[in-house]
Nanobody, 122 residues
Framework: QVQLVESGGGLVQAGGSLRLSCAAS????????MGWFRQAPGKERAFVAG????????YYAGSVKGRFTISRDNARNTVYLQMNSLKPEDTAVYYC???????????????WGQGTQVTVSS
């Protein structure tokens, strides 16, 4: 049974930073991909960033490129999302997910965390 537990969300002013964590357990992740998605009220779940667990290759949505950084800690089975220069439009529930390869479609991922709220005030 795969478990993903996100943490690190909260309330921050525009221009501030947050770091989200996603601790994974229950399987070997060396051949997996991890993704971060977000969902704002009334909107569909959208890809934010992804990382290949084995190669470390990273992928970003255009709206966050240059501001967000995804990274992994193999020893801790944990993926991070460092979010800088936050904007009010970044406000959403952020989810991490496990899949076989990094893809932008949520349907490509097999396991999901419970989500963590990020609110950016103007």
């Amino acid at each position: 049974q795969v478990q993903l537990v996100e943490s690190g969300g909260g309330l921050v002013q525009a221009g501030g930073s947050l770091r989200l964590s996603c601790a994974a357990s229950g399987r070997t992740f060396s051949t997996s991909a991890m993704g971060w998605f977000r969902q704002a009220p009334g909107k569909e779940r959208a890809f934010v960033a992804g990382i290949s667990w084995s190669s470390g290759s990273t992928y970003y949505a255009g709206s966050v490129k240059g501001r967000f950084t995804i990274s992994r800690d193999n020893a801790r089975n944990t993926v991070y999302l460092q979010m800088n220069s936050l904007k009010p439009e970044d406000t959403a529930v952020y989810y991490c997910a496990v899949g076989n390869v990094v893809r932008v479609t949520p349907q490509s991922y097999d396991y999901w965390g419970q989500g963590t709220q990020v609110t950016v005030s103007s």
